[in-house]
Structure formats: C-alpha cells, structure tokens
C-alpha cells in the first residue's frame, strides 16, 4: 500500500516544482553555465594539444579529468551551492506559509513518506538539470575526446551526493525557520561557515584539518582527483539523513516544542556517533586513470608493512607551494597506506614570508619507533628513499610499470555555442510555457 501512495504523493511534488519558478530559472540558468565553462576548457585545452603551432605540453599532463570533466561539471557545484537551495527551500516553506501544510498533515500518509515524495521530485528535477552536463560530454566524444568510465562515474557520485547534502540542508532551514527569506539566509551563512572552515584549516593539522575535509566543496574535490573514499561518502550520507529527519521533527510545526528539542537531541547524539565511526575509515580507492593517487604498487606493497605510527611534522607554512606539492604527491598517499600516521604542521605563519631560518622552516621531520631524520625535499622519490631507510625496510626493486600516455585533444567546441546559448534556453522557455498553458 506503501508504494502506490507514494507514487501518488511523488506525482503531486513533481507537479508542484513544475509549478515552481525557480525550478525553470535553475534550468534556463544550467545551460549556458555548462556552456560558458565547456567552451573555455575545450579552448583551453586544445592550446595545451598544441593548437595553431603552439607549444604543446607534456602528452601524460593531459588528462580529460583535470582538463575537461571536473571543470565542466563545476558550474553544478555552483548551482548546488547558490541555486538550488531556493527551489528546495520552496518545497518545505510554500506549504507553511501559504497553510497548505494543516491540509497536507490532513493526508492518510506520514510526514517521512511526504518528504520523501518531494525528494524523489527533487531528484528527477535535478537529473533533467544534468542533461546540459551530459550533452557536454556528448560532444567531447564527438570531437574524438576520451573519457574515463571510472572517474567520470565516480565524479557523477560526487556531485550527485552534494547534491543531497545541499538540499537536506535547504530543507531543514525550511523546517526550522517561519518563512522562505529566513532560510535562504541560513542556508547560505551554512555554505559561508563551511567556506570559512576551508580556509581556517588550510595547512593546519589537528581536528579542525580533519573537520574541514568533509565540507561539501572539500569532499567534491576528492572526487574530482579521482579518489573514492569510505568516510567521505559515510559523511555526506549521514548528514544527509541528519538534515531530513531534522527536517522531519521540526516540519510539523503543531508538534510541542519539548518533544521536538528531545528529538532533535537525541538526533544529534545519533549524528556524532554515526559519523564517528564512518571518520575512523581510511579504506578509499584511486579510480583515476593515470593513478594520480598512489603510488608505484611496489611501493605500496612495502610502504604496507609499517605497522607502528608514523609522526611527520612539517615546517611549511599553508601558502607554501611546497606544501602543496608535498601534500598532493606525498602525504595524501601515506594517508591512504598508513592508517597510524600522524602529520603536525607546525609552521606558525601563513604565507612563511616572515619565518626565519633559525626557526627551521623549511624542515620536514619523521619519526618512528625513537628514530628521527630531517628531509627538506618535497620530491617522490628523495622522501620514500629517505623513509625506508627510517623505517628499515627494504626498498622495492625498479619495475616498469605502464605509463600513463595522456590525451591530447586540438578541437574547436563546434556547435557549443548554439546548443548551450541558443537552444537550451530556448526548450526550456517552450517546455514552461507548455507547461503553463496545459494548468491554465
């Protein structure tokens, strides 16, 4: 009996969104978002082929992840973040101003199957908004560009589960709050505090650096290096969940004010302890093509028989290109092997501009079992050598693994401009005055 009425209450919110104005301007927007950001990487990325006779770089820097999907795909983390808050927002916050909610508490189904129906509209609200993403990489292929099936599935994990997030969160504001303008502005200062959180942690160790790398943009940017992890997927989902059920409790405005602050407790005793548990896996799965987040599997075959803790204190300040280098192509890696592995950033600017020599900037230390050694490098192979011979063992022996050829692309985006600018824009405009007329 279940299923019926929800199909039956699915129909009436996707009804309802197709009568939402901000759901069409999401879609009048999408398109030329997509476009703008395609055509430029498609630019972009045929100079880096060598376009016209100019210099072309490296064939295995190439990569249609970094080049073309993650760039393309990244006006949907914008419409997450700034768009599609207001049409979810709509969905909780309509009926309770306008006092349709005292109807809908009226229907024979409960308010989790009501909200998931207006879920399940969101979603296939938000699967038509893909489509100027996916004809975007129709026309990558088109133009004899190659696409990864791994990473550009798990890149459409990523974003899907944002996604999820972004709304949750827009629908709890709707929830908690008496009017729509209300939560809009909870909505967004939740987008300005995590932003605020990314920029606080950068370069820091400790708990605030392991808060800060389940915000919804620091979590995206796994997936788009290629990179699939456990606890972030745990996370997003759990918070997920979190802001429906608070959705849920506070939605029914009726409810005693007592019992809902109980379950709201109770809510965020269960949300600390679930994400407690997720955080503490460090099982994750380097689905890039060119393997960008691992390093050679002999390595890793070795790099797997440290067993004690491992504590790296680095002296490099957050704006140090250095430590981005060493994050990306070294310690992130050990993070992924090395399950006891403590990093401390001890640095005390922010830029090292001002930090003296005297003070060891500069310095990368690594200790293990009492034994410690000092490395400046940030190159590969200089730390691993230096690291097995901290932790004694023996180095694997020099194999040719396959190398990563790249792929260069020197195409023009033809016909971008008039199905991205014109034509979607277009179809949209005719399907919401279709729409309109058929209700009218």
Not at 129 to 135: C, E, M, R, S
Not at 405 to 414: D, E, H, N, T
Request: proline letters at 5%; glycine letters at 8%.
């Amino acid at each position: 009996m279940r299923s019926p009425k929800l199909l039956i209450l699915a129909g009436k919110e996707w009804r309802e969104l197709l009568a939402s104005r901000a759901y069409w301007l999401l879609l009048l927007v999408i398109g030329p978002l997509v476009g703008q950001g395609f055509i430029s990487v498609v630019h972009l990325y045929a100079e880096a082929s060598g376009a016209n006779g100019a210099p072309a770089a490296l064939p295995q820097g190439l990569t249609p992840l970094d080049g073309m999907l993650a760039p393309t795909w990244a006006a949907y983390e914008l419409a997450v973040t700034l768009l599609l808050p207001f049409v979810a927002i709509r969905l909780i916050a309509a009926e309770k101003e306008s006092g349709a909610l005292k109807l809908a508490l009226q229907f024979p189904a409960s308010l989790p199957l009501q909200l998931t129906a207006k879920v399940l509209a969101l979603l296939t609200g938000w699967l038509l908004a893909w489509l100027p993403g996916l004809l975007a990489l129709i026309l990558w292929k088109s133009y004899g560009g190659h696409l990864a099936g791994a990473e550009t599935l798990n890149l459409f994990a990523g974003h899907w589960l944002r996604m999820l997030l972004s709304a949750a969160v827009a629908m709890a504001a709707a929830a908690l709050t008496e009017s729509a303008a209300s939560a809009a502005i909870v909505t967004l200062s939740f987008t300005l505090g995590t932003w605020a959180l990314d920029f606080i942690a950068l370069g820091r160790g400790g708990w605030l650096a392991a808060a800060a790398a389940y915000t919804p943009a620091a979590a995206l940017r796994f997936f788009e290096q290629g990179l699939l992890r456990v606890s972030t997927v745990g996370v997003l989902l759990a918070c997920t969940l979190a802001g429906l059920a608070l959705t849920v409790i506070w939605w029914h405005s009726g409810q005693p004010w007592r019992n809902r602050c109980g379950l709201t407790l109770g809510l965020a005793v269960l949300s600390t302890v679930a994400l407690a548990l997720v955080t503490t896996s460090r099982a994750s799965w380097d689905v890039s093509e060119n393997r960008r987040n691992s390093f050679t599997r002999g390595e890793e075959t070795a790099l797997r028989q440290i067993r004690a803790p491992l504590r790296i204190t680095i002296n490099l300040a957050a704006e140090d290109p250095r430590l981005m280098d060493y994050e990306r192509s070294i310690l992130n890696k050990l993070r992924r092997l090395l399950p006891q592995l403590t990093a401390v950033y001890a640095a005390q600017s922010r830029t090292g501009l001002f930090e003296e020599s005297g003070q060891h900037y500069g310095e990368i230390w690594y200790e293990y079992q009492g034994r410690k050694v000092m490395n400046r490098s940030t190159t590969e192979p200089i730390v691993l050598e230096q690291l097995f011979q901290l932790v004694e063992i023996a180095p694997p022996p020099a194999v040719n693994e396959p190398v990563f050829p790249g792929y260069p692309l020197a195409a023009q985006p033809r016909y971008a401009n008039w199905l991205f600018y014109f034509l979607w824009p277009l179809a949209v405009l005719a399907v919401w005055w279709l729409t309109i007329f058929r209700r009218s």
